[in-house]
């Protein structure tokens, strides 16, 4: 009974405590009582044995933070959404801070939340000291390694140990967190978002629920182990469990306002302008009478789910007459009785004279000093399976960007994750391009070039095109969006390029530019032994923007390492990148089994008579080649800069042939699953090379041959021997 309240207040018996503060004595006291009665029983009974009966979800949610404050597990016996808990809170404000490092009410917030768990004081310490600045900085490398290590590696970075073993003791928060983490990870993935976006996406989710939640984001941590059970009545009907408390039937429902009422017997709706006499004052008893039948057969169903104990709470809480608990403590005499009047002596004297088995014990306002720890398990310990050989480290996911990634010419600062690297990103660009002469490696992307041996221009529409991994990608976006048969003029075209621009986080003034470059790009014959075929002829049936693939990688035989790789190479000495390009692969360090991933920027055909039509590989290339002066300042950047030789020393500088044979292997797979009676020597045609700054356009191509090397453009026909000696070598390995 939470009657000794109004004693401790000083409040006069006469005057009564409202529902709402009464209801906050509840979730304190539901905590006390089951830490006891585990206590008491520590052999016999568990948390799993006990169940709280709640009427909302509001009061489940405040009796389970009572429970997880002292340290006891509970689970919801209810569809719930962890996307709208605690954790998923805590989680907005740590994305916050990824999205704004330098914001410093972001950086407050997760100090003070239970990532951190600062207090005032220590804050205020910390903003004196530098340690909130500090704290910045940490979150400013984790928004960039973000890619790379996931939400779930950035948060394991902040949690320390004993910040760890507290969420673990604080119930379910950091099952939920973990839980969170996870499905805003997979948002990250499938959606491409970053730390901004990710966070405004974590933000709808949480402030507009969805009606119906799917299992995904039901909470992992409801489904614990030795948890108690809190459930709704309405859940509870066929569920029994040894121990059961009911806190809150001592409420009444809450009564039917109108105007609209309709009785269970009623198809109709009754539109009642007056409830104070006459039809108006029948309509709406009978809707106060059914909704007191409907609280009364709840209450029944709530106190029959104990099998050995049930605890009932009662108070004395202001209008909460009709509610289910007067029939059964006081009698049916107390029925129309006022709250006033059914005191702890009324209802002992009448449980006393009706002989019935219920100890009524007063409330006591004392906040729960004990701490919940469960018994270890009982049990002798066993070593485990020891395994009898050696972990194969040859054995994963690689790819060419990985294989490439620790060569001499990339400085060993090139990520080696196969999944960040592929997708088409030139991140070799933002290497090198931001290395002065004297610290790279590898050579400058500079041409030397007399401008009165060519008839080339000198300035390309994206000569001034910012440069970089990011920069790359979104030129790379915006053609995969682009319909190559429509000037990109129009309208449609201009909003694609806009939104990839904004969403790099480029100037949007750059639209122009990057029309008149990419038009350069689409109209500019292919040249080589795609003689005059221009990118523009392709319609939706003649090409495919980024195929990704998987290949098996030596899955029997021997690890595929770079010196077979390099005897490849040596077939087929007729063609482009023989004999000395070896070398090159014979340096690079490979020892792969697995698979090989990758994704190629376009697959086309040469023909519309696909009887006849050629497969090929195109990848985009956004390498700034151009002239500088004698301070390294840049000059021009432009289809005169794009000459055969300039372009072939980036080709061996970043290893696009091993590129280009690895793609055209894929290709080769896919077409012998995909294409009837398909035959590599009539069907494969070969790999094109696009360098997007060189590309001089229709108008410039007027008066040249196209046999001769077009600026910007490197197309090879597939060395069909290099092509199915690398295909056989990959699926069998070394033998």
Same mark, same amino acid.
């Given at each position: 009974?939470l009657?000794?309240?109004?004693?401790?207040?000083? =409040?006069?018996?006469q005057v009564?405590?409202?529902k709402?503060?009464?209801?906050d004595?509840?979730?304190?006291?539901?905590?006390?009582? $089951?830490?006891?009665?585990?206590?008491?029983?520590?052999?016999?009974?568990?948390?799993?044995?006990?169940?709280?009966? $709640?009427?909302?979800?509001? @009061?489940?949610?405040?009796?389970?933070e009572?429970?997880?404050?002292v340290?006891?597990?509970?689970?919801?016996?209810?569809?719930g959404?962890?996307?709208t808990?605690?954790?998923?809170l $805590?989680?907005?404000r740590f994305?916050d801070?990824l999205?704004?490092?330098?914001?410093?009410?972001?950086?407050?917030?997760?100090a003070?939340?239970?990532l951190?768990?600062?207090?005032?004081?220590? %804050?205020?310490?910390?903003e004196?000291?530098g340690e909130?600045?500090?704290l910045?900085?940490?979150?400013?490398?984790?928004?960039?390694?973000?890619? #790379?290590? +996931?939400?779930?590696g950035c %948060?394991?970075?902040? *949690?320390? +140990?004993?910040?760890m073993?507290?969420?673990s003791e604080?119930g379910?928060l950091?099952?939920?967190?973990q839980?969170?983490?996870?499905?805003?990870?997979e948002?990250?993935?499938?959606?491409?978002?970053?730390?901004?976006?990710?966070?405004?996406?974590?933000?709808?989710?949480?402030?507009?629920?969805?009606?119906?939640?799917?299992?995904?984001?039901?909470?992992?941590?409801?489904v614990?182990?030795?948890? =108690?059970? =809190?459930?709704?009545?309405?859940?509870?009907?066929?569920?029994?469990?040894?121990?059961?408390i009911?806190?809150?039937?001592?409420?009444?429902?809450?009564?039917?306002?109108?105007?609209?009422?309709r009785?269970e017997?009623?198809?109709?709706?009754?539109?009642?302008l007056?409830?104070?006499?006459g039809?108006?004052?029948?309509?709406?008893?009978?809707?106060r009478?059914?909704?007191?039948?409907?609280?009364?057969?709840?209450?029944?169903?709530?106190?029959? /789910?104990?099998?050995?104990l049930l605890?009932?709470?009662?108070?004395r809480?202001?209008?909460?007459?009709?509610?289910?608990?007067?029939?059964?403590?006081?009698?049916?005499?107390?029925?129309?009785?006022?709250? @006033?009047? %059914?005191?702890p002596?009324?209802?002992?004297?009448?449980?006393?004279?009706?002989?019935?088995?219920?100890?009524?014990?007063?409330?006591q306002?004392?906040?729960?000093?004990?701490?919940w720890?469960?018994a270890?398990?009982v049990?002798?310990?066993?070593?485990?399976?020891i395994p009898?050989?050696?972990?194969?480290?040859s054995?994963g996911?690689?790819?060419?960007s990985?294989?490439?990634?620790?060569?001499?010419?990339?400085?060993?600062?090139?990520?080696?994750?196969?999944m960040e690297?592929?997708e088409?990103?030139?991140t070799?660009?933002?290497?090198?391009?931001s290395?002065?002469s004297?610290?790279?490696?590898g050579?400058?992307?500079?041409?030397?070039v007399?401008?009165?041996?060519?008839?080339?221009?000198?300035?390309?529409p994206?000569?001034?095109?910012p440069?970089?991994?990011?920069?790359?990608?979104?030129?790379h976006?915006?053609?995969?969006?682009?319909?190559f048969n429509?000037?990109?003029?129009?309208?449609?075209?201009?909003?694609?390029?806009?939104?990839e621009l904004r969403?790099?986080?480029?100037?949007?003034?750059?639209?122009?530019?990057?029309?008149?470059g990419?038009?350069? $790009?689409?109209?500019t014959?292919?040249?080589?032994?795609?003689?005059?075929?221009? %990118?523009?002829?392709?319609?939706?049936?003649?090409?495919i923007?980024?195929?990704?693939?998987?290949?098996?990688v030596?899955?029997?035989?021997s690890?595929?390492?770079?010196?077979?790789?390099a #005897?490849?190479f040596?077939?087929?000495?007729?063609?482009?990148?023989?004999?000395?390009?070896?070398?090159?692969i014979?340096?690079?360090?490979?020892?792969?089994? +697995?698979?090989?991933?990758?994704s190629i920027?376009?697959?086309?055909?040469?023909s519309?008579?696909?009887s006849?039509?050629?497969?090929?590989?195109?990848?985009?290339?956004?390498?700034?080649i151009?002239?500088?002066d004698?301070?390294?300042?840049?000059?021009?950047?432009g289809?005169i800069?794009?000459?055969?030789?300039?372009?072939?020393?980036?080709?061996?500088?970043?290893?696009?042939?091993l590129?280009?044979?690895?793609?055209?292997?894929?290709?080769?797979?896919?077409?012998?699953?995909?294409?009837?009676?398909?035959?590599?020597? /009539?069907? *494969?045609g070969?790999?094109?090379?696009?360098?997007?700054r060189?590309?001089?356009?229709?108008?410039?191509?007027?008066?040249?041959?196209?046999?001769?090397?077009?600026? +910007?453009?490197? =197309?090879?026909?597939?060395?069909?021997?290099r092509?199915?000696?690398l295909?056989?070598?990959l699926?069998?390995?070394?033998?």
């Open positions: 009974s009657d000794e309240d109004n004693a401790s207040t000083k =409040v006069k018996s009564l405590l409202s709402t503060k009464l209801e004595l509840v979730p304190k006291s539901v905590a006390a009582a $089951v830490l006891e009665l585990l206590h008491q029983q520590p052999e016999d009974l568990q948390p799993t044995d006990i169940c709280i009966l $709640v009427s909302r979800h509001l @009061q489940a949610s405040r009796i389970r009572s429970l997880a404050s340290g006891l597990p509970s689970r919801l016996v209810s569809q959404d962890v996307l808990s605690e954790a998923a $805590v989680l907005q994305l801070c999205a704004k490092p330098a914001h410093t009410g972001n950086l407050r917030l997760v003070c939340s239970a951190l768990q600062w207090n005032k004081e220590q %804050l205020q310490h910390c004196n000291n909130l600045d500090q910045a900085l940490r979150f400013q490398k984790w928004a960039l390694k973000l890619p #790379k290590l +996931g939400l779930l %948060l394991s970075e902040l *949690l320390k +140990g004993r910040t073993a507290d969420l604080r379910r950091l099952g939920d967190l839980q969170c983490a996870q499905l805003v990870q948002a990250i993935h499938q959606q491409g978002l970053d730390a901004p976006t990710a966070a405004a996406w974590l933000r709808r989710q949480r402030l507009q629920p969805v009606d119906s939640v799917p299992e995904s984001r039901q909470p992992h941590s409801d614990a182990e030795s948890a =108690v059970a =809190v459930v709704t009545v309405h859940r509870s009907k066929g569920l029994e469990y040894p121990v059961v009911c806190p809150y039937l001592w409420q009444a429902p809450s009564q039917p306002e109108g105007p609209l009422f009785c017997a009623d198809p109709y709706w009754n539109l009642v007056s409830t104070n006499w039809e108006g004052w029948q309509v709406s008893e009978r809707a009478q059914a909704s007191l039948q409907e609280a009364e057969r709840l209450a029944y169903v709530a106190v029959t /789910r104990a099998c050995s605890i009932l709470v009662w108070a809480a202001a209008k909460q007459e009709g509610n289910p608990l007067t029939n059964w403590l006081f009698g049916p005499d107390a029925i129309d009785a006022a709250m @006033q009047e %059914l005191t002596q009324r209802m002992q004297t009448w449980l006393n004279n009706q002989n019935i088995n219920i100890s009524v014990l007063a409330h306002a004392i906040e729960p000093q004990q701490h720890r469960a270890p398990p049990g002798d310990l066993s070593l485990g399976a009898q050989r050696r972990l194969d480290l054995w996911r690689s790819s060419y990985s294989w490439v990634a620790n060569a001499q010419n990339h400085g060993g600062s090139a990520p080696a994750d196969p690297l592929e088409g990103r030139d070799d660009q933002q290497i090198q391009e290395l002065p004297d610290q790279a490696d050579p400058r992307p500079t041409a030397v007399n401008p009165a041996e060519s008839t080339w221009p000198e300035q390309s994206l000569g001034t095109f440069r970089g991994a990011e920069a790359g990608d979104c030129l976006r915006i053609l995969e969006r682009l319909n429509e000037p990109l003029t129009t309208n449609a075209a201009a909003s694609t390029i806009e939104e969403r790099t986080g480029l100037d949007p003034g750059l639209l122009m530019s990057v029309q008149d990419l038009t350069n $790009v689409l109209n014959p292919m040249g080589g032994d795609l003689g005059s075929l221009c %990118l523009n002829q392709l319609d939706q049936r003649r090409r923007h980024e195929l990704s693939f998987d290949l098996p030596a899955h029997s035989g690890a595929v390492d770079a010196l077979a790789i #005897k490849v040596e077939l087929d000495s007729w063609a482009r990148f023989a004999t000395p390009y070896c070398e090159k014979a340096a690079l360090d490979i020892y792969s089994r +697995g698979f090989l991933t990758g920027d376009l697959v086309f055909n040469d519309e008579d696909l006849k039509a050629r497969w090929w590989v195109a990848d985009w290339k956004s390498n700034w151009g002239q500088r004698q301070e390294g300042q840049i000059i021009s950047c289809p800069d794009y000459n055969n030789e300039a372009m072939e020393q980036q080709m061996l500088h970043h290893h696009y042939p590129q280009a044979h690895l793609y055209l292997v894929a290709l080769h797979r896919y077409l012998t699953w995909r294409l009837p009676n398909y035959d590599p020597n /009539r069907h *494969l070969g790999y094109a090379y696009v360098f997007l060189g590309l001089p356009g229709e108008q410039a191509m007027e008066n040249d041959s196209l046999r001769e090397p077009i600026p +910007g453009l490197i =197309v090879e026909p597939a060395p069909l021997k092509i199915l000696q295909d056989r070598l699926m069998k390995g070394r033998q």
